[in-house]
C-alpha cells in the first residue's frame, strides 16, 4: 500500500492485561520504526527493523515489550503486564531512504 | 537528554504573517534534518527536509534556513494561513536508516 496502516485505531487495556499493536509498513519499505508519543507530545523512539530484522532496539523497556517483523505478515508490537504509564499514542513509521512516513498511530488507554 | 531542543513552544500568527520555529542540536554526527506537520488525532507527516550541504531548502511557502556552525535551523511560513494551524516537530537523525530525534513540538495557531 501508499501508506503505512495501523491497526487498532484505539486500544484500552485494564493495568496487568497485554497489548497488541499492528503496523503494515509501505509496500517496498526496507526500515520500519515505532515511536511513543506521550501526552506532553514528546516522542519516544522504541525500536526499527531492516527486513524482519531488529535493526535498533535501544528504545525498548525490554521487560514488558516487544516487537516483530515477520515476513507476509503485519509488523507488531506487543507489550505485556501494561502498566498506566504506557498509555500514548504509539506511531509506526516507514521508509527506503531518509524519509520516514507515518501511520495514523494506535492510541493505547491503560486503566 | 533531549538530543533536539525547540521553541518556542507555541506561538500565535496572523493569517497573513511569517511563522518562525527554531531548533538547536548538539550531535554533531545528525545529518538528516525533516520538519513534520501533526495534526490532532493524526501521524506526523513529512513537510520539508535538508541536509547539513546546504544553508537553505524552499518549498513553496516553507522553507528550512540551516546553521551548521551554530548547530541551528528554524522553519520558516511565509503567508501564514489558518490551515496551516498545527504542531510542528522538527527532528534529526544521522543517516535514513537510523531513528529521528524530535524536538519537543510547537503549537502554531494561524488566526484569520
Excluded at chain 1, 34 to 60: A, R
Amino acid at each position: 500500500g501508499e501508506e503505512v496502516a495501523q491497526t487498532p485505531k484505539h486500544l484500552v487495556r485494564g493495568e496487568g492485561q497485554k497489548a497488541k499493536l499492528y503496523c503494515a509498513p509501505i509496500k517496498g519499505h526496507s526500515y520500519v520504526f515505532w515511536y511513543q508519543q506521550v501526552l506532553k507530545n514528546e516522542f519516544k523512539f522504541l525500536i526499527s527493523f531492516q527486513n524482519e530484522n531488529v535493526f535498533d532496539e535501544t528504545g525498548m523497556p525490554k521487560e514488558r515489550f516487544s516487537a516483530k517483523c515477520l515476513p507476509n505478515s503485519p509488523c507488531s508490537l506487543e507489550i505485556q503486564a501494561t502498566k498506566l504509564e504506557d498509555s500514548a499514542v504509539y506511531f509506526c513509521a516507514s521508509s527506503q531512504g531518509d524519509t520516514q512516513y507515518f501511520g495514523p498511530g494506535t492510541r493505547l488507554t491503560v486503566l | 537528554q533531549q538530543q533536539v531542543k525547540q521553541s518556542p513552544q507555541s506561538l500565535i500568527v496572523q493569517k497573513g504573517g511569517i511563522s518562525i520555529i527554531n531548533c538547536a542540536y548538539e550531535n554533531t554526527a545528525f545529518d538528516y534534518f525533516p520538519w513534520y506537520q501533526q495534526f490532532p488525532g493524526k501521524g506526523p507527516a513529512l513537510l520539508i527536509a535538508i541536509r547539513p550541504d546546504v544553508s537553505e531548502k524552499k518549498e513553496g511557502r516553507f522553507t528550512i534556513s540551516f546553521n551548521k556552525s551554530a548547530k541551528q535551523f528554524s522553519l520558516h511560513i511565509m503567508d501564514s494561513q489558518p490551515g496551516d494551524s498545527a504542531t510542528y516537530f522538527c527532528a534529526a537523525s544521522k543517516n535514513g536508516a537510523n531513528n529521528l530525534f524530535f524536538g519537543t513540538g510547537t503549537r502554531l495557531t494561524v488566526i484569520p
